[in-house]
């Protein structure tokens, strides 16, 4: 059984920095693409980015903006969301799934489609102040 832990979330000051983890396990975590979602108050979730099986290929949504680096640590069944110049508007759950396969297709940007992913974690809160 699949499972995906996420961690890291918490209370930043704007323009502050965050580090969100999420380990696998129940699956061969190196054979599958890894996608990051949120999901504010109110709001519907969307796609964050997502990363290939490798790490060699990552893609993002435009509001990113290049403040967020997707990461893979595939030794240690990990996946990693750094996060610089946290704004207001991040503020939300943020989540971890893993894909059906190996890469990143499909939506808008490679990964951003839900039903790519076939696996859920269960979110960590980030909270940015203003």
């Known amino acids: 059984q699949v499972q995906l832990v996420e961690s890291g979330g918490g209370l930043v000051q704007a323009g502050g920095s965050l580090t969100l983890s999420c380990t696998a396990s129940g699956l061969t975590f190196d054979d599958y693409a890894m996608g990051w979602f949120r999901q504010g108050s109110g709001k519907e979730r969307e796609g964050v980015s997502c990363?290939?099986?490798?790490?060699?290929?990552?893609f993002y949504a435009n509001f990113v903006e290049g403040r967020f680096t997707n990461s893979r640590d595939n030794a240690r069944n990990t996946l990693y969301l750094h996060m610089y110049g946290l704004k207001p508007e991040d503020t939300a759950m943020y989540y971890c799934?893993?894909?059906?396969?190996?890469?990143?297709?499909?939506?808008?940007?490679?990964?951003?489609?839900?039903?790519?992913?076939?696996?859920w974690g269960q979110g960590t809160q980030v909270t940015v102040s203003s």
């Open positions: 990363i290939n099986y490798s790490g060699s290929a990552t």
């Open positions: 799934a893993v894909s059906r396969g190996s890469a990143c297709y499909g939506g808008s940007w490679p990964g951003a489609l839900e039903r790519q992913y076939t696996g």
